[in-house]
């Protein structure tokens, strides 16, 4: 069975650093890139990037490139969206998702999301 | 970047109905590269469907996708409890980014 278990809800302050993650499990982690999603209250979800498994290329919305980075360590089949200066605007639900194929294809499947809640 | 556009917003259907919900691209989608997505209330996404009309592991016979260009249909025949939810388009064409629609709801009527 395919699964992505991402981090725990956190709650930080505006400037803050964080790190959430996404371990995979269930099927091949070498043949599938990971992708990450933003969804804020009550909206549609949003592509934030992707990165290949070996973490040889990673591939950012123009939104988000500059404000996250997306990262891989494959010896723990685990996947990574940090920030350095959280604002109160990233408050959302973070989810990670492996396309069916390639960088480019349709999110087959997902981690149960992330909360993060960036408030003073 | 691709803007999707649902609608309706909301529809309101009966268990037994047919939905028909409509998603329109800014600019042309090839078809291979579209898709469906169902969210239920504290779900994560769920794909329906890819490709514009293939249905993804496990989905039931009675949603089917359709359309080409700028403008996509998902139909679901007949209305199961379970169905009513939150759907969105996908466009994975024009990548990066990939857009996402911002959703119809699908509430019983």
């Known amino acids: 069975e395919v699964r992505l278990v991402q981090s725990g809800a956190e709650m930080k302050k505006p400037g803050e650093s964080l790190k959430i993650s996404c371990k995979a499990s269930g099927y091949s982690f070498n043949n599938y890139w990971v992708g990450w999603v933003r969804q804020m209250p009550g909206r549609g979800p949003e592509w934030m990037g992707i990165v290949h498994p070996d973490g040889s290329d990673t591939r950012y919305s123009p939104s988000f490139q500059g404000h996250v980075t997306i990262s891989v360590d494959k010896s723990t089949r685990t996947a990574y969206l940090q920030w350095t200066s959280l604002k109160a605007s990233d408050t959302a639900l973070y989810y990670c998702a492996r396309p069916k194929w390639g960088p480019d294809d349709a999110f087959d499947a997902w981690g149960q999301g992330t909360m993060v809640t960036v408030s003073s | 970047e691709i803007v999707l556009t649902q609608s309706p917003g909301t529809l309101s259907l009966s268990p037994g109905e047919r939905a028909t919900l409509s998603c329109r691209a800014s600019?042309?989608?090839?078809?291979?590269?579209f898709a469906w997505y169902q969210q239920r209330p504290g779900q994560a996404p769920r794909l329906l469907i890819y490709?514009?009309?293939f249905r993804a592991t496990g989905v039931p016979g009675r949603f089917s996708g359709s359309g080409s260009g700028t403008d996509f249909t998902l139909t679901i025949s007949r209305l199961e409890p379970e169905d009513f939810a939150v759907y969105y388009c996908q466009q994975y064409d024009s990548s990066p980014p990939s857009t996402f629609g911002q959703g119809t709801r699908l509430e019983i009527k």
């Open positions: 600019q042309t989608v090839n078809v291979n590269y």
């Open positions: 490709g514009a009309s």
